[in-house]
């Protein structure tokens, strides 16, 4: 049965996302750090929890971006935007029979690049699973190295492609048990998962036309940070393919990302033949990151749902 979701956003903050609650249970991971309150742009990530709007980049220059570490203009009960020196940004988000829908839009001078990622760090139990069809290409960055065998890692890789749900044969799908490990990976043209937690699902979409989507996963099971580890586990809806805006390709390729139908991928950045693996800088249809085009504006949504089955999809 469909769960109706609630969420809180916190516009003098970043515009962050501080709960998305439903069905007598809280979606979103809070941490414990301290300091969210008084970060300003520029300032070192602070890891709260809830979803930060990370926008223009992730990793990088500046730490998650520039947008979580400003206070956003509340407009409306359901409008904030907030303005950077190269860009402004506009959220809508509201409920709609119980689905949460964040519309946004972004003003740019055309040709400016970026990526956005809806950083949504969870509260799931070790035995939780993220959905996504099966041969979906998935990017693992140099910190999986160390769980490969030894010499699989490319020399001098950004990144190495192989296919989801056991990318080199990491079971990346599976969200525990909590085994020390902290590595990052991204969903290439994947724009729908879903987060399955015994009977409870929860479903992000991201609609865009003509810019790549993706879905970037951080999978902490108290392997970072060093001394003192903790479990969070991020799921995160993205325009774009890289982390780090620095490393976005510039790429021959135009167009829309596709997304990949279950079981049959194809296309440029894919895995090899057979199952293996590409080392990065594989081409994406649509690049690495999205592109402002000629009317100064890109607009896209991330639909957030949740149901509740007596099994599990």
């Known amino acids: 049965m469909d769960v109706p979701l609630r969420v809180s956003v916190d516009s003098a903050r970043g515009g962050r996302w501080t709960s998305l609650a439903g069905g007598g249970r809280e979606w979103l991971w809070r941490g414990a750090a301290t300091g969210r309150d008084r970060v300003v742009p520029g300032d070192a990530f ?26 956003w203009r509340q407009v409306t009960p359901e409008i904030a935007t907030v303005e950077c020196a190269d860009f402004t940004l506009t959220r809508r988000i509201r409920g709609l ?13 055309p040709g400016y690049r970026f990526v956005w990622a809806g950083h949504a760090l969870l509260e799931v ?5 993220l959905v996504a069809p099966d041969g979906t290409p998935t990017r693992l960055y140099p910190e999986a190295a160390d769980l490969l065998p030894a010499g699989d890692w490319p020399a001098g890789a950004r990144w190495m492609t192989a296919p989801w749900p056991a990318p080199a044969g990491l079971p ?40 790549p989507r993706s879905v970037a996963l951080w999978r902490n099971l108290r392997g970072w940070p060093q001394p ?68 100064g504006e890109v607009r896209w949504r991330l639909t957030v749902s949740a149901y509740r089955s007596g099994r599990t999809p």
Do not use: K
């Open 228 to 295: 003192a580890p903790y479990r969070s586990v991020g799921v995160e809806p993205m325009l774009g393919a890289v982390f780090d805006l620095a490393e976005a390709g510039s790429g021959p390729d135009s167009g829309p990302a596709a997304a990949p139908a279950a079981g049959n991928v194809a296309g440029d950045g894919d895995p090899a033949p057979g199952g293996g693996t590409v080392a990065g800088g594989d081409a994406v249809p649509g690049g690495d990151a999205a592109l402002v085009p000629a009317n």
């Open 125 to 129: 139990s070790p035995t939780a699973r």
């Open 97 to 109: 029979g119980g689905t949460v829908v964040a519309d946004y839009r972004l003003t740019a001078e």
């Open 46 to 71: 602070v890891d709260a929890g809830g979803l930060e709007e990370c926008l223009p980049t992730v990793r990088g220059v500046p730490d998650h971006g520039d947008v979580w570490s400003r206070p």
């Open 172 to 211: 990346l799908d599976r969200l525990g048990p909590d085994d020390g490990t902290a590595l990052g990976a991204i969903l290439v043209g994947c724009p729908d998962v879903r987060v399955v937690d015994g009977p409870d699902v929860l479903r992000w979409r991201l609609d865009c036309a003509d810019q």
